[in-house]
């Protein structure tokens, strides 16, 4: 089966994955809604949409304001005339120091990364069943993988976006609707700008355009982007915990 992706709802796209996806949506002519908070930045990508060839409607949203998407989830589907993917790329990486605990920025990656995640992929589901068709693709992170000393909450926040979105899948698959994990490495945007030591770094293009084709396969994939870095999953994974506890990873 190959999915066809002619109206779709971007959650944050005004830079990094999510703009890369709206651009190559546009360039197939798609017709598009771009969310998220920068009003400037979303118009800049809904021009280039339309320069592609594509068609876009802005609509600045905050995800935190989770009592909004609901409603925002419906007008985007009435200005685009139906639904056929939903794409939850928002998500922020706070930068939290050695030693530091700090509920605030904790809470908010958890209310970005995935309870935003969460009223927008309801949203979704609920329409998706009901019509038996549709794709939702929510970016989660080789991160989620296991919880790393580092930034705890990042990986627990895509922990949550990557088990929630398998029981979606779960829920979901049996309807005829396509619920896609797609978990990117390293990818070169305005979240890693400046991060030391990463490897195996690609664009924001490239992470689009594989992250598309393998929603475009169909059969609702949980998928590494790109697939060597399930390699790395699956070694990090079989670290036992007295171990993990003393790398620096
Ligand atoms: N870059 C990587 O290496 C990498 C690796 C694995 C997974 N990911 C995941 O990929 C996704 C996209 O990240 P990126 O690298 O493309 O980062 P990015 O360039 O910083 O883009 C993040 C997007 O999230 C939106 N956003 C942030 N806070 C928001 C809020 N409160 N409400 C609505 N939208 C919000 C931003 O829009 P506004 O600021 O305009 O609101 C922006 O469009 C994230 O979930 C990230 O965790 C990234």
């Known amino acids: 089966m190959s999915e066809t992706f002619g109206r779709a709802i971007i959650v944050g796209a005004s830079s990094g994955i999510g703009k890369a996806i709206a651009l190559e949506l546009g360039a197939k002519k798609a017709k598009l809604v771009l969310l998220a908070r920068r009003s400037d930045a979303l118009e800049q990508v809904a021009q280039e949409v339309r320069a592609a060839g594509g068609d876009a409607t ?5 995800v935190r304001d989770r009592g909004e998407a609901g409603a925002r989830f419906d007008a985007a589907v009435e200005a ?3 639904l056929d993917l939903l794409v939850y790329a928002s998500g922020i990486l706070e930068r939290v120091r050695e030693g530091e605990f700090d509920a605030e920025k904790d809470g ?9 995640a ?3 992929g309801d949203a979704a589901g609920a329409l998706f069943q009901a019509q038996r068709r549709g794709t939702l693709m929510n970016i989660s992170s080789v991160a989620g993988v296991r919880g790393r000393r580092g930034n705890p909450v990042y990986g627990a926040s895509k922990a949550g976006l990557t088990a929630y979105t398998e029981a979606l899948r779960n829920r979901l698959s049996r309807y005829g609707v396509n619920v896609v994990t797609v978990k990117p490495g390293y990818v070169d945007t305005p979240m890693t700008a400046g991060q030391k030591g990463l490897f195996w770094v690609i664009s924001a293009q490239d992470a689009a355009r594989r992250s598309l084709s393998i929603a475009a396969r169909g059969g609702s994939p949980d998928a590494f982007v790109p697939a060597r870095w399930g390699l790395v999953a699956a070694i990090i994974k079989m670290i036992p915990s007295v171990v993990f506890r003393r790398l620096n990873f």
């Open 108 to 116: 908010r990656m958890l209310e970005v990364n995935l309870l935003g």
């Open 58 to 62: 802005v609509m600045v949203h905050d």
């Open 118 to 120: 969460v009223a927008w």
């Open 80 to 82: 685009l005339g139906g």
